[in-house]
């Protein structure tokens, strides 16, 4: 990302604390939000704060703890919501999801359209392609935008995302990584969907995944 070309926020929201990224153009100020797992309000604040109009919520899958927010902002700025195909049969399960966790019942959210793999989202003078990258859960995608890329639980710093629930599968991430983001830059920086940002030469190198 052009850092002079956007304002950028990361927020930890949710009982899980998921990282929950606010993209904003300077050039028209439309902003996208991905992952919005909690703390509506909060996200709604910094929204005010910077002048930015919510044009998109991107979610990189549909577990509960990521979509906790959607329906609250969805409500609250008109924005639509895009989540990859595969996903949307996850929503139908959230009550279950959260039960699993002893987490309380969510709001569900109401899908515009789904994401599809190669498609790109403009934003200012940005532009986001989604990356199908199946594993995690069925249509777990990652958002690459520029020299950055975001990731959901399909990449951390020093691990992978969980292959056991809901439809994931342990073959399958481990080839999405390989195959659709070990090819990217060495220098890509990696934002997770929870814990500290990495790069891709780094994970590379020394993740105990592939090393």
Known sequence: M???????ETLAVGPLEVNCYI????KDHNAIVI????????????????????????NTHAHFDHVGGVRSLQDSTGAK?????EDIPLLNYLDDQTN??????IPLPKVDRPLV????????DEILRVIHT???SPGSVCFLIDNAVFV????????????????????????SIKTCLFTLGDSVIVYPGHGLPTTIGEEKQHNPFFS
Do not use: C, W
């Open 81 to 85: 919501f895009l989540l990859h195909s």
């Open 100 to 105: 699993t966790f002893g987490m309380p019942s």
């Open 35 to 58: 992952d919005a797992g909690g703390n509506p309000e909060e996200i709604l604040n910094f929204l005010k704060k910077h002048n930015l109009t919510l044009q998109y919520i991107l």
């Open 152 to 175: 959901g639980d399909t990449l951390f710093a020093g691990s992978i995302g969980r292959a056991d629930l809901y439809g994931g599968s342990y073959v399958k991430i481990i080839n």
């Open 23 to 26: 993209i904003g153009s300077k």
């Open 117 to 124: 793999d190669n498609e790109e989202i403009p934003l200012g």
């Open 134 to 136: 199946p594993g995690h």
């Open 2 to 8: 052009k850092l002079q070309n956007i304002i950028f």
